[in-house]
């Protein structure tokens, strides 16, 4: 699996941005991709999760209302739409496979990617300045 993200950049706080990730070699629609991000100093954290099959979701408390997740099947793209960013959103946010849609499936995948577990983008930066 391959998974290329674009659309970061800069905003001001009260911004937004979109998001989009674009997946090739998925062949297990039931596994969701989502949204990860890294601060520095800080714990990988899982943001959001679609499954591409059924389209249930899965945001953190963090973002919850705020964001919004969705997906292109046709073109095996994701797209996270951020509204009303805050500074505490500035990070590097990585696409990902597999996701789910609980936080503890999150969780558990946050804490893999140090084993090489999943697949995961290259990471696009997001900075969100007051």
């Known amino acids: 699996v391959q998974l290329v993200e674009s659309g970061g950049g800069s905003v001001q706080v009260g911004g937004s941005l979109r998001l989009s990730c674009k997946a090739s070699g998925v062949t297990n629609h039931d596994h969701g991709i989502g949204w990860f991000r890294q601060s520095p100093g800080k714990e990988r954290e899982g943001v959001s999760c679609i499954c591409m099959s059924d389209g249930i979701t899965y945001y953190s408390d963090s973002v919850k209302g705020r964001f919004t997740i969705s997906k292109q099947n046709a073109k095996n793209t994701i797209h996270l739409q951020m509204n009303n960013l805050i500074p505490e959103d500035t990070a590097t946010y990585y696409c990902?496979?597999?996701?789910?849609?609980?936080?503890?499936?999150?969780?558990?995948?946050?804490?893999?990617?140090?084993?090489?577990?999943?697949?995961w983008g290259q990471g696009t930066q997001v900075t969100v300045s007051s």
């Open positions: 990902a496979n597999p996701c789910g849609p609980t936080a503890q499936a999150m969780n558990v995948m946050a804490a893999l990617y140090r084993s090489g577990f999943g697949s």
